[in-house]
C-alpha cells in the first residue's frame, strides 16, 4: 500500500511560516495528482492545493498567494510552503496522492496558527 507521511506543522504566530512535507513511499512521478488538503474543527476537509504530474498548480482561493505547493521527485517529497499565516489556517493538514483513480492519504500534521 502508498503510504503518505506528513510533517512540519507545528504552533506558529499569525503571519509566520510553515512548511509542510510530504514523503511518500513510492516514486511520486506515477501519481497523477498530489496535494494538500486541510480540515479544520467542526469542518469538512478540504482542497489547499494540488500539482499535476505534468507540473500545473492549483490553490484554493483561501491560500492563493501565501501558499505554494511544489515537489522534489529525487525525494518523493512534496511540499506546502505556507507564508502569512492566518488563525482561519489552523486545521489538521493531510497529504492526497491519485493514481488511477484511486486516492491515498497520509495521517495528517496538525497547523495551529495564534493570533
Known amino acids: 500500500q502508498v503510504q503518505l507521511v506528513e510533517s512540519g506543522g507545528g504552533l506558529v504566530q499569525a503571519g509566520g511560516s510553515l512548511r509542510l512535507s510530504c514523503a511518500a513511499s513510492e516514486t511520486i512521478f506515477t501519481f497523477e495528482t498530489m496535494g494538500w488538503y486541510r480540515q479544520a474543527p467542526g469542518q469538512q476537509r478540504e482542497l489547499v492545493a494540488t500539482i499535476a504530474r505534468g507540473g500545473t498548480t492549483t490553490y484554493a482561493d483561501s491560500v492563493k498567494g501565501r501558499f505554494t505547493i511544489s515537489r522534489d521527485n529525487a525525494k518523493n517529497t512534496v511540499y506546502l510552503q505556507m507564508n502569512s499565516l492566518k488563525p482561519e489556517d489552523t486545521a489538521v493538514y493531510f497529504c492526497?496522492?491519485?493514481?488511477?483513480?484511486?486516492?491515498?492519504w497520509g495521517q495528517g500534521t496538525q497547523v495551529t496558527v495564534s493570533s
Open positions: 492526497n496522492a491519485g493514481r488511477n483513480w484511486r486516492n491515498f
